[in-house]
């Protein structure tokens, strides 16, 4: 009995994560090399590779892994400069400064899907307006477009500048107490012997913060790859039809929805999504490492 | 270089509502003579920091000024006054070695000032021979004893040849041992060099140790200054006289009565001139010889036998500092009669303190046999 | 050098400085002005009234004629009441399960003895790395086959436990001197009762940055609900929003489904103006978005 009394405590916790972490790890391996799978009959031809090869075709998917690559080569290394940005000019004032860190944090609380809406309502053009942003765009001679449903650049850029406008509060948190962290004492000896602004940036605070902006960029990757409700939030849950879908928002379309009932390429697509996290994680790793060595 | 700080004031403003202003130095003037060690002394909080941040220029005073020689640095940036700073944390750049670390001052100078590399790896190298880490070049700080990293902060500090070498509580981060061998080390180094320099610390053992002349400070008030020896002699007041010496100074309630010293009901001291007062009355560790017939009795409470001397440990209802602790001669045998022991004391080491000011007033007696 | 060397170089530091300041203040103020002004804009908009807003080419930045008409829609036209209350009950009942299962477990990692600990802590960290979108596939046809989709059980139960914040509170509790367990198993108490009594306590702060970094995550989440869920009556402020967006009051009535946006944002605001110190300790401890 008093053996056993630890893994009553721990019962619950691994019931759950087996339940719903292990075995659907397992099994998401073996939808996706089942062929055929029919989900209404609960069964398949055989097995084989199938699946990966009809998703690696399938032009939805390649539009949205088109998406997701641009999404993420803009976002990452932007939302990381301005929140680097942010930060040091944050971590260089002394007055307001808890009131700016608070607003900057509040879109970090906000729920995605409803403030999508106002960022849709500010970019669309309809047929009673074209909407504040256009409308800005003419004031200062542009021409308007219709970032929501028109072309495919200004579709992105809405996407990408709401991403960043969403991911912006946790980076700003981090590198602050990163910059925060950082021991006074550097500051006055650069001071002292005359070192200039950037200088002392780059020789010194940088590479003493190098390892929480490797972190950001890692986690700033994994989030980025995994992009969906900001999409949904901005134009609506049929992606696929606004060419805007991402791969999580394609695997989704196949398990459920107009498209759904397809768990194998669901699956299928699942793992390559993992594969390319995994390989880039992988690499960044590696960078880091060879960067600290 | 002469270094003179005039009225020197540095105010805080307090936020809380209807706070005073923190004063952390409150109208210093002293005057550093060129190429001398000065001792910056305090307990924490006596502003000492401050005054080494007005100096270098990382802070700017409220009021006064600051003078390197002839020139008016009072609100000069700290990086065009010339001056090197040790930090008690070294500040050492972890991702550098120890040469990228000492020559990252010289790669900031610009314009005329600028040099060539083999100037700079010169100047490096000598700095490095000066602080003896000339083989450990290609460490990183953190692949160093906390010594070793100390002089590499000490060289880097001395590269760019400062006029002014100032050093903030440099030895309180080493152990025991360490700490009294880069005591020796900085005083060569600043022998070496003839480099004005100034040395904050809270450790008086310390600054009295190495220092050509101690500034000791309270509050953000000047308390005095002074060669070590003539401060722990004829301490200004009786603060100084409590934070010098280690033990501590014994101090008493006593009175002066018709020139005589009362402690208690006993009469200890002759002290005529001296008007008749309540005061407080100072005595040295040191300043109390084993006398079965001496004036002074205390209660023994016990002998702490510590090799070269003996120190005894008593007590005395006047004592307003503890414990009475008194150092005498290991030969001594110390035996109490009724508990009580006997001492007669040396009037050098007795200072007596008026009640009003805290400072302290000397007698003839003190005069002549001190000497 | 001269003293009149030493003025200019004086003056130059100090205009240089004052510069640098007004343009850091000037950028600080922009991007506050970037992130608050959406939220200004959903207020706005959602006090103008239908054909104000409609007849607005030009949109005005202001309104002088507000209206809580919009809000009377946005509660009567659509379910929004119980998409307000479904998301208050599932992140209640979710968070308080969580809780129960995190502490339990953090408990046994941190305090007790057992074979296999540290291997089976090793697992449970490497789980951290799993994704969910990997195991969302099969909890949909789990959850799908044991006939759970629109209840709130199926909504609730994948989300009970966090491998993360068992992580967290197990290194938590390690803080705890183990005097202190060794104490309390002298006079004789039990390891329950010292979980309760004294852990518990001892690390509230902890729990409940936990807490509301939970409620947080579950007021957000879309994915999930979206699967398991296609009848009204269980969906969640997110799908309901969605919902709203594609059939609501009819695609072009802006202002109530500003209105509906305003609603289920308040609460979050809130709860993050009373906690935003904790909250913002919390995530830069490690959370991540979602």
């Given at each position: 009995?008093?053996?056993?009394?630890?893994?009553?405590?721990?019962?619950?916790?691994?019931?759950?994560?087996?339940?719903?972490?292990?075995?659907?790890l397992?099994?998401?391996m073996?939808y996706?090399?089942?062929?055929?799978?029919?989900?209404?009959?609960?069964?398949?031809?055989?097995?084989g590779?199938?699946?990966?090869?009809?998703?690696?075709?399938?032009?939805?998917?390649?539009?949205?892994?088109?998406?997701?690559?641009?999404?993420?080569?803009?976002?990452?290394?932007?939302?990381?400069?301005?929140?680097?940005?942010?930060?040091?000019?944050?971590n260089?004032?002394?007055?307001?400064?808890?009131?700016?860190?608070?607003?900057?944090f509040?879109?970090?609380?906000?729920?995605?899907?409803?403030?999508?809406?106002?960022?849709?309502?500010?970019?669309?053009?309809?047929?009673?307006?074209?909407?504040?942003?256009?409308?800005?765009?003419?004031?200062?001679?542009?021409?308007?477009?219709?970032?929501?449903?028109?072309?495919?650049?200004?579709?992105?850029?809405?996407?990408?500048?709401?991403?960043?406008?969403?991911?912006?509060?946790?980076?700003?948190?981090?590198?602050?107490?990163?910059?925060?962290?950082?021991?006074?004492?550097?500051?006055?000896?650069?001071?002292?012997?005359?070192?200039?602004?950037?200088?002392?940036?780059?020789?010194?605070?940088?590479?003493?913060?190098?390892p929480?902006?490797?972190?950001?960029?890692?986690?700033?990757?994994?989030?980025?790859?995994?992009?969906?409700?900001?999409?949904?939030?901005l134009?609506?849950?049929?992606?696929?039809?606004?060419?805007?879908?991402?791969?999580?928002?394609?695997?989704?379309?196949?398990?459920?929805?107009?498209?759904?009932?397809?768990?194998?390429?669901?699956?299928?697509?699942?793992?390559?999504?993992?594969?390319?996290?995994?390989?880039?994680?992988?690499?960044?790793?590696?960078?880091?490492?060879?960067?600290?060595? | 270089?002469?270094?003179?700080?005039?009225?020197?004031?540095?105010?805080?403003?307090?936020?809380?509502?209807?706070?005073?202003?923190?004063?952390?130095?409150?109208?210093?003037?002293?005057?550093?003579?060129?190429?001398?060690?000065?001792?910056?002394?305090?307990?924490?909080?006596?502003?000492?920091?401050?005054?080494?941040n007005?100096?270098?220029?990382?802070?700017?005073?409220?009021?006064?000024?600051?003078?390197?020689?002839?020139?008016?640095?009072?609100?000069?940036?700290?990086?065009?006054?010339?001056?090197?700073?040790?930090?008690?944390?070294?500040?050492?750049?972890?991702?550098?070695?120890?040469?990228?670390?000492?020559?990252?001052?010289?790669?900031?100078?610009?314009?005329?000032?600028?040099?060539?590399?083999?100037?700079?790896?010169?100047?490096?190298?000598?700095?490095?021979?000066l602080?003896?880490?000339?083989?450990?070049?290609?460490?990183?700080?953190?692949?160093?004893?906390?010594g070793?990293?100390?002089?590499?902060?000490?060289?880097?500090?001395?590269?760019?040849?400062?006029?002014?070498?100032?050093?903030?509580?440099?030895?309180?981060?080493?152990?025991?041992?360490l700490?009294?061998?880069?005591?020796?080390?900085?005083?060569?180094?600043?022998?070496?060099?003839?480099?004005?320099?100034?040395?904050?610390?809270?450790?008086?053992?310390?600054?009295?140790?190495?220092?050509?002349?101690?500034?000791?400070?309270?509050?953000?008030?000047?308390?005095?200054?002074?060669?070590?020896?003539?401060?722990?002699?004829?301490?200004?007041?009786?603060?100084?006289?409590?934070?010098?010496?280690?033990?501590?100074?014994?101090?008493?309630?006593?009175?002066?009565?018709?020139?005589?010293?009362?402690?208690?009901d006993?009469?200890?001291?002759?002290?005529?001139?001296?008007?008749?007062?309540?005061?407080?009355?100072?005595?040295?560790?040191?300043?109390?010889?084993?006398?079965?017939?001496?004036?002074?009795?205390?209660n023994?409470?016990q002998?702490?036998?510590?090799?070269?001397?003996?120190?005894?440990?008593?007590?005395?209802?006047?004592?307003?500092?503890?414990?009475?602790?008194?150092?005498?001669?290991?030969?001594?045998?110390?035996?109490?009669?009724?508990?009580?022991?006997?001492?007669?004391?040396?009037?050098?080491?007795?200072?007596?303190?008026?009640?009003?000011?805290?400072?302290?007033?000397?007698?003839?007696?003190?005069?002549?046999?001190?000497? | 050098?001269?003293?009149?060397?030493?003025?200019i170089?004086?003056?130059?530091?100090?205009?240089?400085?004052?510069?640098?300041?007004?343009?850091?203040?000037?950028?600080?103020?922009?991007?506050?002005?970037?992130?608050?002004?959406?939220?200004?804009?959903?207020?706005?908009?959602?006090?103008?009234?239908?054909?104000?807003?409609?007849?607005?080419?030009?949109p005005?930045?202001?309104?002088?004629?507000?209206?809580?008409?919009?809000?009377?829609?946005?509660?009567?036209?659509?379910?929004?009441?119980?998409?307000?209350?479904?998301?208050?009950?599932?992140?209640?009942?979710?968070?308080?399960?969580?809780?129960?299962?995190?502490?339990?477990?953090?408990?046994?990692?941190?305090?007790?003895?057992?074979?296999?600990?540290?291997?089976?802590?090793?697992?449970?960290?490497?789980?951290?790395?799993?994704?969910?979108?990997?195991?969302?596939?099969?909890?949909?046809?789990?959850?799908?086959?044991?006939?759970?989709?629109?209840?709130?059980?199926?909504?609730?139960?994948?989300?009970?436990?966090?491998?993360?914040?068992?992580?967290?509170?197990?290194?938590?509790?390690?803080?705890?001197?183990?005097?202190?367990?060794?104490?309390?198993?002298?006079?004789?108490?039990?390891?329950?009762?010292?979980?309760?009594?004294?852990?518990?306590?001892?690390?509230?702060?902890?729990?409940?940055?936990?807490?509301?970094?939970k409620?947080?995550?579950?007021?957000?989440?879309?994915?999930?609900?979206?699967?398991?869920?296609?009848?009204?009556?269980?969906?969640?402020?997110?799908?309901?929003?969605?919902?709203?967006?594609?059939?609501?009051?009819?695609?072009?009535?802006?202002?109530?489904?500003?209105?509906?946006?305003v609603v289920?944002?308040?609460?979050?605001?809130?709860?993050?103006?009373?906690?935003?110190?904790?909250i913002?300790?919390?995530?830069?401890?490690?959370?991540?978005?979602?």
């Open positions: 009995m008093r053996k056993l009394r630890p893994w009553l405590y721990l019962l619950p916790a691994i019931a759950f994560l087996g339940v719903f972490m292990v075995y659907p397992i099994d998401v073996i996706s090399v089942e062929e055929g799978y029919n989900s209404a009959s609960q069964t398949y031809f055989g097995v590779l199938y699946n990966f090869r009809y998703v690696l075709r399938d032009p939805y998917f390649i539009q949205a892994l088109k998406n997701t690559f641009i999404l993420v080569i803009i976002t990452v290394p932007l939302s990381t400069g301005i929140g680097l940005l942010i930060a040091v000019a944050l260089s004032i002394q007055k307001l400064k808890d009131l700016f860190q608070t607003i900057f509040l879109p970090y609380v906000t729920n995605t899907l409803a403030v999508g809406l106002v960022f849709m309502i500010l970019f669309k053009k309809t047929a009673y307006s074209d909407g504040l942003i256009n409308v800005l765009i003419q004031a200062f001679g542009g021409n308007g477009v219709d970032f929501i449903d028109g072309p495919y650049w200004a579709k992105m850029f809405v996407l990408c500048f709401y991403t960043v406008w969403v991911v912006l509060p946790f980076k700003i948190l981090i590198l602050t107490s990163a910059l925060a962290s950082v021991n006074p004492d550097y500051y006055k000896a650069a001071k002292i012997d005359g070192t200039s602004r950037w200088r002392t940036f780059y020789k010194i605070t940088l590479p003493m913060i190098s929480m902006i490797f972190y950001l960029i890692i986690t700033g990757f994994i989030g980025a790859f995994k992009a969906y409700s900001d999409a949904v939030a134009f609506g849950t049929d992606l696929n039809a606004a060419g805007m879908n991402t791969i999580v928002g394609y695997v989704y379309d196949m398990l459920y929805g107009n498209g759904g009932g397809y768990p194998s390429y669901a699956s299928a697509a699942a793992l390559i999504l993992f594969a390319i996290v995994m390989t880039i994680t992988c690499i960044n790793l590696l960078l880091s490492r060879q960067n600290d060595a | 270089m002469k270094v003179i700080l005039e009225h020197l004031t540095k105010r805080y403003p307090n936020h809380t509502k209807g706070g005073a202003d923190v004063i952390a130095v409150n109208d210093f003037n002293f005057e550093i003579p060129d190429g001398k060690l000065i001792g910056l002394l305090g307990p924490s909080g006596c502003g000492k920091s401050t005054t080494l007005l100096i270098s220029g990382l802070e700017t005073p409220t009021e006064g000024k600051i003078w390197f020689g002839e020139d008016d640095v009072t609100h000069l940036p700290p990086e065009h006054r010339g001056v090197g700073l040790v930090f008690q944390s070294y500040a050492l750049y972890p991702h550098m070695t120890v040469r990228q670390n000492i020559m990252f001052p010289l790669q900031n100078l610009k314009g005329k000032d600028k040099l060539s590399k083999e100037e700079m790896n010169a100047k490096v190298e000598e700095a490095a021979k602080v003896q880490i000339d083989a450990l070049m290609e460490r990183k700080p953190g692949q160093m004893s906390g070793q990293q100390q002089r590499v902060a000490i060289a880097r500090a001395l590269v760019k040849r400062p006029r002014i070498l100032l050093l903030d509580e440099p030895l309180s981060n080493l152990d025991a041992r700490r009294l061998q880069t005591r020796e080390e900085i005083r060569r180094i600043q022998m070496e060099t003839g480099i004005t320099t100034v040395f904050v610390t809270h450790d008086q053992e310390e600054a009295m140790s190495i220092s050509d002349e101690i500034v000791v400070m309270e509050k953000g008030i000047l308390q005095q200054i002074g060669a070590p020896q003539n401060v722990y002699d004829e301490p200004y007041n009786l603060f100084v006289a409590k934070f010098l010496g280690t033990p501590a100074i014994n101090v008493f309630e006593g009175e002066v009565k018709n020139g005589r010293l009362w402690i208690g006993e009469n200890v001291l002759d002290v005529s001139g001296v008007e008749d007062q309540p005061v407080s009355v100072g005595i040295r560790p040191e300043g109390f010889e084993l006398s079965e017939n001496g004036p002074f009795h205390t023994l409470v002998v702490e036998v510590m090799g070269r001397d003996t120190s005894v440990v008593s007590t005395h209802p006047c004592c307003v500092s503890g414990s009475i602790r008194s150092i005498i001669a290991a030969e001594n045998t110390v035996i109490p009669v009724d508990g009580k022991v006997g001492f007669a004391l040396k009037p050098s080491k007795v200072h007596i303190f008026s009640k009003k000011d805290t400072l302290r007033i000397p007698y003839p007696e003190q005069q002549r046999k001190g000497l | 050098m001269t003293t009149n060397g030493y003025d170089i004086e003056k130059k530091s100090k205009r240089s400085e004052k510069t640098r300041k007004i343009i850091t203040y000037i950028g600080l103020v922009f991007w506050a002005f970037i992130v608050l002004f959406p939220f200004y804009w959903m207020i706005l908009t959602s006090v103008k009234t239908y054909s104000s807003y409609n007849s607005e080419y030009i005005k930045f202001f309104t002088l004629s507000p209206t809580i008409q919009n809000y009377i829609d946005a509660f009567t036209a659509v379910p929004l009441s119980r998409y307000f209350l479904n998301t208050l009950f599932f992140a209640i009942v979710t968070t308080a399960a969580m809780l129960i299962v995190i502490i339990l477990s953090a408990f046994a990692f941190a305090r007790l003895e057992f074979k296999g600990r540290n291997l089976l802590f090793s697992f449970f960290l490497s789980l951290m790395m799993i994704p969910n979108e990997l195991v969302i596939i099969t909890n949909f046809v789990t959850i799908t086959n044991l006939g759970l989709r629109n209840t709130f059980t199926g909504l609730i139960l994948p989300s009970i436990t966090s491998v993360f914040y068992i992580y967290l509170l197990k290194e938590n509790f390690e803080q705890i001197p183990e005097e202190l367990y060794k104490a309390a198993k002298v006079d004789g108490t039990s390891d329950f009762k010292y979980l309760m009594k004294v852990m518990i306590p001892i690390c509230q702060p902890t729990i409940v940055t936990i807490t509301i970094l409620v947080i995550e579950c007021w957000n989440s879309y994915v999930w609900p979206r699967l398991i869920t296609d009848n009204e009556a269980y969906f969640l402020v997110s799908n309901g929003i969605q919902a709203i967006r594609e059939n609501g009051f009819g695609r072009e009535n802006i202002p109530a489904m500003m209105a509906a946006v289920i944002s308040v609460p979050l605001v809130i709860l993050f103006l009373i906690f935003h110190k904790k913002m300790a919390g995530v830069s401890r490690g959370g991540t978005k979602g």
